[in-house]
């Protein structure tokens, strides 16, 4: 069975600082693909990355970027230049080729703090 | 950008009551889903969608849950008789594929069962 696992319930930041947020997953599909979802308080789920498990490249997007070790099956989140409004609840989710279901992982609550 | 619009924002129920939450997912996405969220924490697959049939459930989704996608555009989600722990945050998302593609959130409603 798939499952995904966030093993840190909550983390802290300085602003302008740098922070990295883990993820492991388990897995015995070939084709999978992984997301982070943000939750800041207003609770609405937004994507911030996408990575593709065929993909070596670790995929970024602007401050948010991914270290991606597929043969440890981790999935970490590495913020940049952190700023008051990426404080939030931080949701890694697994998905497979032909999935009807996407699995997400208990979250990250992450404070920014000034 | 299309967005997933979720109605109403909030929802109150009596105990027993029966209650429709609407979705209208981003039209040219083929897959819909129902995920559940109690207090801020884990977040929970129900269902998904696809072809106007249930593609996938969980062992939540029991009897009490019913989807529809009652014309071209709207998709529910209907809870007969609520019970206390029905409430929580519900999210519904749309995809424009299984699996390859992330999934795109409505801001939820909250159902509040007194």
């Known amino acids: 069975a798939q499952t995904v696992t966030q093993s840190q319930p909550e983390m802290s930041v300085q602003e302008a600082e740098t922070v990295t947020l883990s993820c492991t997953y388990d897995t015995s599909e070939s084709d999978y693909y992984l997301f982070w979802y943000k939750q800041p308080p207003s609770r609405q789920m937004i994507l911030v990355i996408r990575?593709?498990?065929?993909?070596?490249q670790n995929a970024t997007e602007n401050r948010f970027s991914v270290n991606f070790q597929k043969a440890a099956k981790s999935f970490s989140l590495k913020i940049s230049d952190s700023q008051l409004g990426d404080a939030a609840m931080y949701f890694c989710a697994y998905s497979y080729s032909g999935t009807y279901k996407y699995i997400f992982g208990t979250g990250t609550r992450l404070k920014v703090l000034a | 950008e299309p967005e997933v619009t979720q109605t109403p924002s909030h929802q109150v129920t009596q105990m027993g009551q029966e209650v429709i939450l609407r979705c209208v997912p981003i039209?040219?996405?083929?897959?819909f889903y129902w995920y559940r969220q109690i207090l801020g924490q884990k977040v929970e697959f129900l269902v998904s969608?696809?072809?106007?049939?249930?593609?996938?459930k969980s062992e939540i989704f029991d009897d009490q849950f019913s989807v529809e996608r009652p014309d071209g555009s709207n998709f529910t989600l209907k809870i007969r008789s609520t019970k206390l722990e029905d409430s929580a945050m519900y999210f519904c998302a749309s995809s424009v594929t299984r699996g390859s593609s992330p999934l795109h959130f409505g801001n939820g409603t909250r159902l509040t069962v007194t």
């Open positions: 969608f696809y072809n106007n049939e249930i593609s996938e």
């Open positions: 039209s040219n996405h083929l897959y």
């Open positions: 990575q593709e498990a065929y993909k070596q």
